[in-house]
């Protein structure tokens, strides 16, 4: 498919819709990982992300190694996803941090 058929019939707006809701429930991730859970072709995985990156819905977060390509990778992220992540870490991810957690991403559209 072309571009421009794919955008006029929806699939990059729920391309990008699974990536983002995959994120919220399991970022960071690199893009073979979300090709692997997704099973959205790679290509289109890396434009969606790229989109979602120039929109400001989807960070960079700190490398490490891609547990499918054992290569150093820069996963991305959502921006309450990086949150998280760095509050978890700071907080020792005790049981209240996932209760946060799953508070802020169940009332994710009241912050939006």
């Known amino acids: 498919m072309q571009y421009q058929e794919i955008v006029s019939d929806g699939t990059v707006t729920k391309q990008a819709d699974i ?3 995959l994120l919220l429930n399991s970022s960071p ?7 692997q859970k997704t099973k959205i072709e790679i290509n289109a995985v890396s434009g969606r992300v790229n989109d979602l990156k120039k929109n400001g819905e ?3 977060s700190e490398k490490r190694k891609c547990s499918i390509s054992g290569r150093s990778i820069t996963p991305v992220t ?4 990086l949150i998280l992540q760095k509050w978890e870490k700071k907080d020792g991810a005790s049981e209240g941090s996932y209760n946060l ?3 802020l991403i169940n009332n994710q559209q009241h912050f939006i």
């Open 19 to 21: 990536i983002l809701q």
């Open 29 to 35: 991730l690199s893009l073979r990982e979300i090709q």
């Open 78 to 81: 959502t921006a309450l996803g």
């Open 101 to 103: 957690r799953d508070t």
């Open 58 to 60: 989807v960070l960079e």
